[in-house]
């Protein structure tokens, strides 16, 4: 049962335009989301969060926007840079940490 | 502050071989969990350790165990390899409870051959 769920494992974004990675889930006991990032050959970096009591949380060029009616949130990057080019892992949090699969966003020069 | 270390960073195993991976946690972090990533299948928990405990386990078969020691540092071992056990193995730790405030360490890259 995939509670958190990614279903774009990959996206190509232009420079300088907006990126937009989405992850859905299942579990409404989650209160708490997380967004990684992943390079190669490293273990994921804590990006940004969202408590379910809030509808939008921003930091710099990051946004996550949360739908708790749709179960549904988006991860917004703009404008977005060659070095934001990695992998992209949407958590949710219960006793442990559930990642969805991941989207892989590749920034175009 | 030192962050979460993984030994070792490559490891090539043959099949039916057993494996220990090695991972030491940010100093006062009681909490470590192990995950496999795989091309396709995410980070995939396996299992989770607090205070020499094992607190929450994932959905992979009994060849796949852990441990932790007094001083937080934790292994992970998988008996009888497969080829489908390649994987970047991770390990995280955090201060205690709640889903928040994870550090992954760089991962072990295991090829099974």
């Known amino acids: 049962d995939q509670q958190v769920k990614q279903n774009s494992p990959s996206l190509s974004v232009q420079e300088g335009r907006i990126s937009i990675l989405n992850c859905d889930y299942t579990?409404?006991?989650?209160?708490?989301f997380l967004w990684y990032k992943k390079y190669p050959a490293e273990g994921p970096t804590f990006l940004i969060s969202?408590?379910?009591?809030?509808d939008k949380n921003e930091d710099g060029r990051f946004t996550v926007f949360l739908n708790k009616s749709a179960k549904h949130l988006s991860l917004h990057i703009v404008p977005s840079q060659p070095g934001d080019s990695a992998v992209y892992f949407c958590?949710?949090?219960?006793?442990?940490?559930?990642f969805g699969t991941g989207t892989r966003l590749t920034i175009i020069p | 502050k030192a962050g979460v270390t993984q030994t070792p960073r490559y490891l090539i195993k043959t099949r039916g071989q057993q494996v220990t991976l090695s991972c030491s946690p940010i100093?006062?972090?009681?909490?470590v969990s192990w995950y496999q990533q795989t091309p396709g299948q995410g980070l995939q928990f396996l299992f989770e350790?607090?205070?020499?405990?094992?607190?929450n386990k994932g959905n992979f078969p009994g060849r796949f165990s852990g441990r932790q020691f007094s001083n937080s540092r934790s292994e992970m071992n998988v008996s009888t390899l497969e080829l489908g056990d390649s994987a970047l193995y991770l390990c995280?730790?955090?201060?205690?409870?709640?889903?928040?405030?994870?550090?992954f360490g760089s991962g072990t890259r295991l090829t099974v051959v």
């Open positions: 995280a730790s955090r201060t205690g409870t709640g889903g928040y405030g994870y550090t």
């Open positions: 579990n409404s006991m989650f209160d708490y």
């Open positions: 969202i408590s379910s009591i809030k």
């Open positions: 958590a949710g949090p219960d006793e442990k940490l559930t």
């Open positions: 100093s006062g972090h009681r909490s």
């Open positions: 350790y607090f205070s020499e405990t094992q607190r």
